[in-house]
């Protein structure tokens, strides 16, 4: 059984149409980002989003280049644009999964920074925001710096962080800034990207060809590889009094939350020197114990897979050894109270793909999906138990739990259809994608397991991005929220869902209005029900052209807004998000 509430853009709560059935990206019109702001005050983004390389640009050297760098780098600037860009990518149309004209079209595009702006920049255009909401809402996004000069995809783009302070019963400040990574700071003084793209450039001969630029360009001292070369726009946690910014190709960044709302990148954070690889961008945060655990994985040489936890206070324990037979794709995994679940699907790494021509990222369909068992706090991978789940791929796992009265761990998460629909093109991909949510039941005893979808077929849709409430986290929970991927891969609402009989609240934006992922936000105390709490999302209006966007604030029991803020600058769909308490923020390292 489905109810729907719909939120109308002046009057939350109110009786609005169902959003309209819209083209995908693939056919809108590039954007041509000016300001992230109507006022002055932002840093502009003058860029347009090309179809192909843009015109070569001149060089703005690094302070430190001697003369056989900054000769060097003119050159392999040449060879980039006329040898790669000019004839080798220039023969080959983009796929849409690799095209900038598809993949940062529309509210996709990229924004300038904003410094602070505060409450009387912050209108509540409708409703009161909830005065229990005493904290900062952060989200993490991919927002190109440069104008892509090949391929690109939506995850390629570097880190920008979009935060609203709320307190006192109002919004009191907003801000958005670039996570200050060693690769944004290095292409930022160069003037041009130069880091390789690893979905949308590395395909193929091309792709070959860029790693050996790239190559070159380190070993000319042109670029430093050696500080990292991710862009930390995925995921977000709070641990240790830290928040750190992710993606799976470095180590995390830390981030501080100023009081005046600002956020300003501390550094690339090893965990003091523990953490010597990257970490994926979904680790777990155990909610009674305040332990961080989480995977590492590696594309190149074995181990391909590691696994291991941090304390509280941040002590780490020693790497897990996952044995896994090949490079595997694994974006996220799942906790229970005294176990991790690490699922091994069929989106594998073949980089000698690249030599036939093809991609590297892969779906196996050859392999059968299977899910790991390993208790939490293991000290090797002795007691890994592996059990298959056929026909599975799952992006991303909202909880998991063990259940007492039948001896099986309940997974949940949403399986998509086709497997790498997020990162190859298929021809008919919008009508043929699916993102079922799904109870996956692991019966560690026998070896077997079930799967159901959590919805029945005539309440279906495709549900990616969201939450339980992270307080139970690792422990039985009964509802979801869940971003409803429609059109894919734009969201049109949210969801309720109730995992325990099935059915589904639907929270929609509007015509023309879409959104991300939806935050939420226990009551702080934690006293009160499960659903007792608010759920936080960015919406932006197609519809109206418009150059800013709102906070939604969402009663989560009933699925009422309860208010919605105009902010002074558009901000673009983006990835996942967390909520930082006041009290949390007084802790901040």
């Not at 990518?89 to 983009?94: F, K």
């Not at 809402?137 to 991919?142: C, D, T, W």
């Not at 026998?446 to 409430?469: F, K, P, Y």
């Not at 894919?488 to 992922?517: C, H, I, M, N, Q």
């Amino acid at each position: 059984m489905a109810s729907s509430i719909s939120a109308p853009s002046a009057a939350p709560g109110g009786v609005a149409k169902p959003p309209a059935k819209v083209k995908p990206p693939s056919r809108l019109k590039p954007n041509v980002p000016t300001k992230n702001t109507d006022s002055s005050t932002a840093a502009a983004v003058t860029w347009k989003t090309p179809m192909r390389a843009v015109p070569a640009q001149p060089r703005r050297e690094g302070k430190s280049a001697n003369p056989f760098q900054r000769l060097a780098a003119a050159a392999l600037d040449a060879v980039e644009d006329g040898l790669i860009a000019g004839l080798l990518e220039r023969a080959h149309p983009l796929p849409s999964t690799a095209d900038p004209a598809v993949q940062i079209a529309g509210n996709y595009a990229p924004v300038g920074e904003l410094p602070p702006a505060g409450p009387e920049d912050l209108p509540v255009v409708s409703g009161r925001v909830p005065a229990c909401l005493d904290g900062v809402y952060v989200r993490n996004g991919a927002n190109p710096l440069h104008a892509p000069r090949g391929g690109h995809h939506l995850f390629d783009g570097d880190g920008m962080l979009h935060a609203v302070r709320l307190g006192g019963g109002r919004a009191e400040s907003y801000a958005c800034r670039f996570t200050e990574t060693a690769r944004l700071r290095q292409e930022r003084d160069i003037g041009r990207p130069v880091f390789p793209k690893a979905i949308g450039e590395l395909h193929g001969h091309s792709g070959l060809a860029r790693l050996a630029l790239f190559g070159a360009r380190s070993l000319c001292g042109v670029v430093d590889a050696s500080q990292g070369i991710g862009v930390a726009n995925a995921g977000l946690v709070y641990h240790d009094g830290r928040l750190l910014a992710m993606s799976e190709d470095d180590l995390p960044y830390h981030v501080r939350v100023t009081t005046d709302g600002d956020l300003e990148t501390v550094g690339r954070y090893d965990f003091h020197g523990q953490l010597e690889g990257a970490m994926i961008a979904h680790p777990k945060l155990d909610p009674a114990t305040g332990e961080l655990f989480a995977l590492s994985y590696n594309v190149v040489s074995k181990p391909y897979l590691k696994y291991f936890s941090f304390t509280a206070d941040g002590r780490k324990s020693p790497d897990v050894e996952i044995p896994v037979d090949a490079p595997t794709m694994i974006h996220d995994f799942a906790i229970t109270e005294n176990y991790a679940v690490v699922p091994d699907q069929q989106i594998v790494f073949k980089l000698q793909e690249m030599v036939l021509g093809g991609s590297p990222v892969v779906y196996d369909k050859n392999k059968t999906a299977r899910f790991g068992v390993l208790p939490k706090r293991a000290a090797d991978a002795s007691e890994l138990l592996w059990v298959e789940v056929p026909d599975c791929f799952c992006f991303h796992l909202w909880n998991a739990w063990e259940d007492e009265s039948t001896g099986e761990i309940v997974v949940i998460g949403s399986c998509m259809t086709p497997a790498d629909a997020v990162f190859n093109e298929s021809q008919d991909q919008e009508e043929s994608f699916q993102s079922v949510l799904s109870e996956i039941r692991l019966d560690p005893s026998t070896g077997t397991s079930s799967r159901r979808a959590v919805l029945r077929e005539a309440d279906q849709v495709n549900l990616e991005a969201g939450m339980v409430n992270r307080q139970l986290l690792g422990r039985k929970t009964r509802y979801a929220y869940l971003a409803m991927a429609e059109p894919w891969p734009k969201v049109s609402g949210f969801a309720k869902v109730d995992l325990e009989d099935g059915t589904v609240e639907k929270f929609t934006y509007g015509e023309g209005r879409y959104g991300g992922e939806p935050c939420f936000v226990p009551r702080a105390d934690g006293s009160g029900a499960e659903d007792d709490g608010h759920v936080l999302c960015f919406v932006h209006d197609e519809s109206r052209g418009g150059t800013s966007s709102e906070l939604l604030v969402v009663n989560a029991s009933d699925m009422r807004a309860e208010a919605a803020v105009k902010l002074p600058g558009r901000v673009p769909y983006g990835f996942h998000g967390t909520f930082i308490s006041a009290t949390e923020l007084q802790r901040q390292a």
